[in-house]
């Protein structure tokens, strides 16, 4: 059975930092790009950032590209995504998924977690 699992969401103040983490089970994650979606309230899920099965390519959305940073370490199946200065209206859950293909489109995605909740106050 396939599972990721994301963790270190959390309540934080506008400018702090969080790092969040994807953990893979039941799926060698280096086999698949992967990347982090947010959604808001009442938002549909948007792109954040995704990188390739390699690592050696990166990708994010305009809105986060100087202040986040997506990392992957395949010996330990699992993917991260450091975020720095963070806004309130980054107030999302944060979910990973593992895929193929254009890595900006949900629908490349074959593979989710159920999402971490991240909350930043101004």
């Known amino acids: 059975q396939v599972q990721l699992v994301e963790s270190g969401g959390g309540l934080v103040q506008a400018g702090d930092s969080l790092r969040l983490s994807c953990a893979a089970s039941g799926l060698k994650l280096r086999t698949y790009a992967t990347g982090w979606f947010r959604q808001a309230p009442g938002k549909e899920r948007e792109f954040v950032a995704a990188?390739?099965?390699?690592?050696?390519?990166?990708f994010y959305a305009d809105s986060v590209r100087s202040r986040f940073t997506i990392s992957r370490d395949n010996a330990k199946n699992t993917v991260s995504l450091q975020m720095n200065s963070l806004k309130p209206e980054e107030t999302a859950v944060y979910y990973c998924?593992?895929?193929?293909?254009?890595?900006?489109?949900?629908?490349?995605?074959?593979?989710w977690g159920q999402g971490t909740a991240v909350t930043v106050l101004s």
């Open positions: 998924a593992a895929g193929r293909g254009d890595l900006r489109s949900a629908q490349s995605y074959l593979y």
């Open positions: 990188i390739s099965w390699s690592g050696g390519n990166t």
